[in-house]
């Protein structure tokens, strides 16, 4: 099993709907969070963390639940330019070695 | 200004051959990083330096060895190469400390052995 799971998609999203998708992963010892973006064959960019409490950055949100082990982000009124893959990211400690899921891509559509 | 860049954008080799990457951050980062994104799109750590120093090495086999002459360059050397070496390969770099989950990330080095 994977350290972290994704579903690779791809979610085909009309423009202006909401779309979410969930990352699990399998080390309970895991402490910390993110979610990268990555364009078609462009480098990944950190998007934004997960804190345990959830947390919202404009039209996204990302929530952890550590008893389920798994994190989400839902993005509200989707715009073209959000088309990507969306990379989960998990650290063990809070040190410097991430561990990435496989992506989840996410296509907005007119 | 380029934050972190990496040479060549493109290396297209033949099996047996031996060929460097090579990466350089302006960002006054003290961590460097090299990641390998095979075609199934895992980005998988592969080496972490810090401060000139080896501090993560993930199960890569010993024809790739990479080298840091300074804190602001980390390259990558193969030897042999193989055909399931062909891959993205990403450097990035991060500042150790509260943020160093935060990486930046180079464009990449498409790397294809035939």
């Known amino acids: 099993r994977k350290e972290v799971e994704q579903d690779p998609g791809p979610f085909n999203v009309p423009e202006g709907a909401t779309v979410a998708f969930n990352c699990t992963y399998s080390n309970s010892a895991s402490q910390s969070f993110f979610w990268y973006r990555q364009d078609c064959r462009k480098e990944p960019k950190l998007l934004m963390s997960v804190y345990s409490s959830g947390n919202e950055d404009g039209r996204f949100t990302a929530q952890l639940n550590r008893a389920s082990q798994y994190i989400s982000l839902l993005i509200r009124d989707s715009k073209l330019s959000d088309s990507a893959t969306y990379l989960c990211?998990?650290?063990?400690?809070?040190?410097?070695?991430?561990?990435f899921g496989g992506g989840t891509r996410v296509l907005v559509k007119p | 200004d380029t934050a972190v860049s990496q040479t060549p954008k493109y290396l297209v080799t033949q099996m047996g051959n031996d060929k460097s990457i090579k990466c350089e951050q302006n960002?006054?980062?003290?961590?460097m990083y090299w990641y390998k994104q095979d075609s199934k799109k895992f980005l998988k750590i592969m080496f972490s330096y810090n401060n000139k120093e080896l501090i993560i090495n993930e199960t890569v086999p010993n024809r790739f060895s990479p080298k840091s002459p300074d804190k602001a360059h980390l390259n990558l050397h193969i030897n042999s190469l193989e055909l399931g070496d062909s891959a993205v390969y990403f450097c990035a770099s991060s500042q150790v400390g509260q943020h160093s989950y935060e990486q930046y990330f180079g464009p990449g080095t498409r790397l294809t052995v035939t």
């Open positions: 960002l006054g980062h003290d961590t």
């Open positions: 990211v998990v650290t063990k400690a809070a040190g410097n070695k991430l561990t």
